[in-house]
């Protein structure tokens, strides 16, 4: 997996192993790793193992680390004298020490906007497949229950509200494809958006409370921190109507589940579909399983081909940017480090000045 380079500096790239199959091959069709290969001074490599840490062991002499899944930990960058930069395959930071990245002098930077249209076609897919309850339709022609059809009438998006718990780029995207549905006027909630930026794009912004009592679809869109741990919870569920959904494609632990449980078998509020878990990988039949009104995924819903691309694209030339000495153009989490005189001196050592 290596490309070969005949310059004389190198800038090296890891990879995290659960990115490619147990021969080494990729797991994916498309992840950007063209933009490495066009670049003669960068090598890359996958890590030999899969750890759910990555240790600091595993990244030595590595500048850059493409991360998906794994944790990257103070451990991980205890002796970061040659650690450039830790690139998150995606938006979602919440498995990273970005404080202990910072501390190392190491800077963080995700994939903003290239998961938007990918994450906002999968929350319309999931807000169409909960409102014409298309998974029991699915089970009655499975099990030969024709008959019972008219039990199950669904709903249209036609003359409902959205709203987005959080505003960022999936939200927006999201709002932006469901112009054509008819739908109300979308509602968001952001304490750092100010209301002139939602004005601007035809959005109410609103408090949460205020979003929770009006949206038929509430959908979680923004990170999982301290601040936004069980930021929904019983008190929250309960001022959802009984007839709005709730749709989790961010991170799990925003939403308290066992609240969320005993609001979908109370019938409380009519359906949610859950992407991301409290705990994961879930290798055991989840209790969310056993209810109809609930759809489900291994966070997972918004892989597509093109999602793979868009992602391994911009992180890949994240890399490539600071390898050359540019700072990447989208999602520095930490840019502080990039005034620090130790990242300066060694950024200096590693990269090639254009």
Known sequence: ?????????????????????????????????????????????????????????????????????????????????????????????????????????????????????????????????????????????????WDERSKYMGCELRDRTFGAVGFGGIARETIQLLKSFGMNKPLAFDPYVDSTTADALGVELVELDELLVQADFVSIHCPLTEATRNMIDERELGLMKPNAYLINTARGGIVNEDVLYNA??????????????????????????????????????????????????????????LSLGRIPARGVINPQVLESKRFQDKWARWRIDQ
């Open 1 to 145: 997996m290596n490309n070969t380079t005949a310059t004389t500096k190198t800038f090296h790239v890891a990879l995290t192993a659960d990115f490619f199959s147990g021969d080494g091959s990729s797991k994916f069709q498309e992840m950007g790793l063209s933009v490495l290969d066009e670049s003669a001074h960068v090598q890359y490599a996958s890590l030999k193992t899969y750890q759910s840490n990555i240790s600091f062991d595993q990244i030595t002499g590595a500048q850059g680390v493409i991360v998906m899944k794994p944790c990257v930990t103070a451990e991980t960058v205890r002796q970061s004298d040659n650690l450039i930069a830790i690139g998150r395959f995606g938006v979602g930071y919440d498995a990273v020490d970005v404080q202990a990245c910072t501390e190392a002098d190491v800077v963080v930077f995700i994939t903003a906007g290239a998961v938007d249209r990918s994450v906002a076609e999968a929350t319309i897919g999931w807000m169409l497949g909960l409102t014409h309850r298309m998974r029991i339709k699915d089970q009655l022609v499975r099990t030969g229950q």
């Open 264 to 321: 979908l078998t109370s019938q409380h509020i009519a359906g949610a579909a859950i992407d991301c878990f409290a705990v994961d990988p879930v290798t055991s039949p989840h209790r969310f399983s056993d209810l109809d009104n609930v759809l489900l995924a291994p966070h997972s819903i918004a892989w597509t081909n093109e999602l793979f691309r868009d992602i391994g694209q911009a992180v890949c030339q994240g890399m490539v940017d």
